[in-house]
């Protein structure tokens, strides 16, 4: 499975942006599928996933409420809906897929596409 996220950008606080995540390969709707985030000398963390219909969401506290995890399997790509943005959500997002079901670490999936940039400033 080869995954790739874009959409990044520089935004200013307050400001919205949408990742998207193509996938190629394999069944893109055989997987769960999550987004992650790594910011500068930190460890990458859960952002948002979803199950492979996306009936079943799941958000990190830290952006219940302003991000929203969405896929069109139709088309193979995933969505990150970002939206409130702050400061502290600057980091490079990731998307990957699951076969399994342990959404929120990083060691419950088996395909990493490469990461692109949000920047928020103040």
């Known amino acids: 499975v080869q995954l790739q996220a874009y959409g990044g950008g520089l935004v200013q606080a307050g400001g919205s942006l949408r990742l998207s995540c193509a996938a190629s390969g394999r069944t893109f709707s055989s997987y769960a599928m999550g987004w992650f985030r790594q910011a500068p000398g930190k460890e990458r963390e859960f952002v948002a996933a979803a199950t492979w219909n996306g009936d079943n969401r799941y958000y990190a506290d830290s952006v219940k409420g302003r991000f929203t995890v969405s896929r069109d399997n139709a088309k193979n790509t995933a969505y990150l809906q970002m939206n409130s943005l702050k400061p502290e959500d600057t980091a490079v997002y990731y998307c990957?897929?699951?076969?399994?079901?342990?959404?929120?670490?990083?060691?419950?999936?088996?395909?990493w596409g490469q990461g692109t940039l949000v920047t928020v400033s103040s």
């Open positions: 990957a897929f699951a076969t399994g079901s342990y959404l929120h670490t990083v060691g419950g999936y088996d395909y």
